[in-house]
């Protein structure tokens, strides 16, 4: 089959490479991709919110699947606008409804969702212009820290720790009053600080029925240690040693099984995958957030590890017959290693010659481009997240090794990256 991929970053990298090795893929389309995704298929100059040009690319290339990488297509309405259009109601679009996709467009929904079904997450309160004066007095009663969070879609930018009250109330004002997130902060929800170690599983479903594909835990600070700003993600490690077969089961049982019922029983079309941001706190799985789409770099260390094919997975859950898939996994760990801008995730500068790439052919490491493109014969960086740089190892530590010692190989102006993602884990998987 002909086949999609909306998006351009290092998720829709890994996702090409992993689409194309399944003999169910003819011909692979990314819109608009970057200079690592042009390896696996055809590049298309489309904006992924531009579904007049999305659709005439589909016809054009008799397009049988769609994939959507990113969260905005989805949360704008995609699959709805494929669904209502007569020349692509049979293409399979992989991902969710608008309404459905609410789960990561707004946090509002998700935790009002979550209640309704009894999926364990953090105490809530959601504010607006209209009771602004309601939140103050709620958040200067507030135990501290204190989380704020804009409803809306902001990049990865709209969620605020606030250590006392002073900075969390100014923290509220900026979002509603002054508008920091635009609509996103229209509405603005305050939650409970969990303590506890951040990780994600993430699951493919018809809305029905689920398959868990894999885990992992991603470092979102740009410093070592898990100091400074929030990034994207400087890198991730799957699996993660604490999440054994205990510790899933009450993510499956507590979590999975109710949001998939829940899905079903609210009539909410969802074709897709579903990540699940979980903080493990005391051994006990909580809910920070849905999002309704892959993470990244999550995805450059889950797509190596799974073994099944993935396109298949798709057809299955189309066809009714995903419950019955069987799922695999590399057995070695794997870790990916983020190459950065200078600045990043402040002011940084593009278009700097990216050096050492060679070709993309090892074995046991892999090197899927984050934010770069195209310039005759040189890769030039694009973005704040430039490579996604993965490696298989015996442990956390050798994988973490093996994809520093290629980015090593490696280099543009200002390039930085951590060098100790999975540090905590360094003792643990060394004896096991």
């Known amino acids: 089959m002909n086949i999609l991929l909306l998006g351009s970053g290092g998720r829709e990298h890994a996702l090409a490479w992993k689409m194309t090795q399944s003999h169910h893929c003819d011909a692979l389309f990314i819109a608009p991709g970057n200079a690592g995704t042009s390896e696996f298929g055809t590049n298309l100059p489309i904006s992924i919110t531009d579904f007049d040009a999305i659709k005439n690319a589909c016809i054009e290339h008799k397009i049988d699947m769609l994939v959507v990488g990113p969260e905005e297509p989805l949360v704008k309405g995609i699959y709805d606008f494929f669904e209502a259009h007569p020349l692509l109601q049979k293409i399979l679009v992989v991902g969710p409804s608008a309404k459905a996709a609410q789960l990561e467009g707004s946090k509002a929904f998700s935790k009002k969702f979550m209640q309704r079904h009894n999926i364990p997450t953090a105490a809530y309160a959601e504010f607006t212009a209209d009771n602004f004066e309601e939140g103050k007095k709620y958040i200067s009663q507030h135990s501290l820290p204190v989380v704020l969070k804009a409803d809306g879609l902001a990049a990865g930018k709209g969620v605020v720790i606030a250590a006392s ?24 929800v305050i939650e409970e600080f969990l303590k506890g170690i951040e990780v994600s599983v993430f699951v493919l479903t018809n809305g029905a029925d689920y398959q868990i594909i894999g885990h992992a835990k991603d470092y979102k600070r740009i410093g070592e240690g898990d100091t400074g ?56 799985p909580l809910v920070i957030e849905y999002n309704c789409r892959m993470g990244d770099p999550e995805t450059e260390v889950v797509m190596p590890r799974l073994q099944t094919d993935l396109v298949a997975l798709f057809a299955a859950m189309d066809n009714g017959t995903l419950a019955d898939a069987n799922i695999s996994y590399d057995e070695r760990y794997c870790a990916t290693v983020m190459a950065v801008s200078g600045g990043y995730p402040g002011d940084y500068e593009k278009n ?52 520093k010692n290629k980015l090593r190989e490696i280099s543009f102006e200002g390039m930085y990256f951590r060098k100790d993602i999975g540090y905590e884990f360094d003792e643990v998987t060394d004896s096991l």
């Open 229 to 284: 700003l929030n990034t994207g993600g400087m890198g991730c490690v799957s699996p993660v040693p604490f999440m054994d077969e205990l510790f899933m089961r009450k993510v499956e049982e507590r979590i999975i099984a109710p949001t998939v019922k829940g899905l079903e029983k609210e009539e909410l079309i969802y074709h897709g995958f579903i990540f699940f941001g979980l903080m493990n706190v005391n051994g006990n």
């Open 165 to 188: 009250h002073e900075e969390a109330i100014k923290t509220f004002e900026e979002m509603i009053l002054h508008k920091q997130f635009g609509d996103a902060s229209s509405k603005v």
């Open 352 to 403: 700097k010659i990216i050096h050492g790439l060679g070709p993309n052919n090892e074995k046991e490491v892999l090197v899927f481009h984050a934010g770069t493109k195209q310039d005759e014969n040189k890769v030039l960086t694009n973005g704040g997240r430039v490579l996604a740089v993965s490696a298989y190892g015996k442990n956390i530590t050798d994988a973490v090794t093996r994809s």
